[in-house]
């Protein structure tokens, strides 16, 4: 593989690097004293407006999406790099128009909708003028397992009606968002028998629908997200049976082709916060002394480093294989490396913040830097898109399925 980058992909992270130095890094403080000041954690700053349209401008727009004629045409090579960047702040990603869910449920939208479907939630999407969600996990059965699934989308004439309650709905606490994904069961009871795999849809269910129920906010290790993490109630939810993506069965299937591309911008984004946090490990090193010393002279502290630096390079280097293998064999065949990656890269990011946070002391684990809520949604990402333990699973049995005998 070619680890160039492209003449496209270069010319993007220098105007892009130019772009966080310039407008993004200067705009953090004021968009966290803008939000605390509206009394609302989940208050659109206005800066973040600002940003958007200081993105749109600098033609740093959609670039997540390989589709020309809406996105910015990157690979998922190319694409790769960028998000790392984008990761470095938790504001580019937003103000590029390139943050999850909306990343996902646009690709979901581009590849699977109809033209009306993609007319009325798309276009608006890719303007940056709403926002989505995506609601598939549930609290009442273990969802990493998504075919525990258990909400009923049941067609009634025109209609399907939904009933169940989902939870860890990121975004839709979101004042701009207006829609959501909505993955669930339209067979698999006793009247509607159907293989496993094939129980599952997706449907597309305006967040005013009557019968849709926010009943609270749940919180990342004490901290409200701007987007909010929902946890909603569906109650005879209706919705025109043409809200339906693809066919009746295909959910799983879009689920699978929506997860490739969103395990790479996470692992990439996961690593742009690591380098900041090692960044600011260095600085926070050479600037303090203990014992007559900066404790950047420690050994151990040397190690940290040293450490880092290897892990971090290691899991950018696993992480772009992937990008690449998707690139030029296909989701299918790049299996094992996505499901790699998405151990590999928050687990480092988090040693590597967790390092950082040692070293800043009493600051580390304070709102005075970055750190804390850095650890705080790394360690998220460790169960989001699947919890480590089944892309283990998953990683193992390809590796034991050529020594397994066939049965005869």
């Known amino acids: 593989m070619d680890f160039q980058p492209s003449e496209r992909c270069s010319e993007f992270k220098e105007r892009l690097t130019?772009?966080?130095d310039e407008h993004v890094y200067p705009a953090e403080a004021i968009y966290e004293q803008q939000l605390l000041a509206s009394g609302d954690p989940h208050h659109q700053p206005a800066v973040m407006e600002e940003l958007k349209q200081q993105a749109r401008d600098a033609g740093l727009w959609n670039m997540f999406l390989p589709d020309?004629?809406?996105g910015a045409g990157l690979s998922n090579s190319d694409y790769a790099p960028l998000a790392e960047i984008l990761g470095r702040s938790h504001i580019a990603s937003e103000a590029c128009n390139c943050s999850a869910p909306d990343t996902g449920n646009m690709e979901v939208l581009n590849q699977f909708a109809t033209p009306e479907q993609k007319e009325r939630w798309l276009m608006p999407l890719l303007d940056g003028e709403i926002r989505s969600a995506f609601a598939m996990t549930e609290p009442d059965v273990a969802s990493s397992d998504a075919t525990n699934i258990a909400m009923r989308i049941e067609r009634d004439g025109e209609d399907y009606v939904l009933n169940g309650r989902k939870w860890w709905t990121s975004n839709a606490l979101h004042p701009n968002c207006r829609i959501m994904i909505v993955m669930g069961k339209t067979?698999?009871?006793?009247s509607s028998p159907a293989p496993v795999h094939k129980q599952q849809s997706m449907i597309l269910v305006p967040l005013d629908t009557p019968g849709v129920s926010i009943l609270r906010g749940l919180p990342v290790f004490g901290y409200q997200d701007q987007e909010g993490h929902a946890e909603v109630d569906f109650a005879d939810v209706r919705v025109p049976a043409s809200n339906l993506i693809a066919g009746e069965g295909d959910g799983?299937?879009?689920?699978q082709a929506r997860l490739g591309p969103g395990r790479i911008h996470?692992?990439?984004?996961?690593?742009?916060?690591?380098?900041?946090?090692?960044e600011a490990m260095c600085?926070?090193?050479?600037?303090?002394?203990?014992?007559?010393q900066p404790i950047a002279m420690r050994g151990n502290i040397q190690d940290w480093i040293a450490e880092s630096r290897i892990e971090i390079e290691m899991a950018r280097l696993l992480t772009l294989k992937a990008a690449w293998m998707m690139d030029t064999v296909g989701n299918r065949q790049a299996?094992?490396?996505i499901a790699a990656i998405k151990v590999a890269a928050p687990n480092v990011?988090?040693?590597v913040v967790d390092r950082a946070i040692q070293v800043h002391g009493g600051g580390g684990v304070s709102d005075d830097f970055t750190l804390a809520w850095a650890y705080a949604h790394l360690r998220t990402l460790r169960l989001a898109d699947g919890p480590d333990e089944v892309h283990k699973l998953s990683i193992a049995r390809r590796e034991l399925a050529p020594y397994i005998p066939r049965e005869a």
């Open 335 to 337: 299996r094992t490396e």
């Open 283 to 292: 600085r926070r090193a050479v600037s303090r002394v203990t014992f007559g």
């Open 266 to 278: 996470h692992c990439m984004r996961a690593l742009g916060a690591a380098e900041r946090a090692l």
């Open 252 to 255: 799983f299937m879009i689920a």
């Open 349 to 351: 990011a988090l040693k």
């Open 187 to 190: 067979a698999g009871w006793e």
């Open 18 to 20: 130019s772009f966080m």
């Open 68 to 70: 020309p004629d809406h």
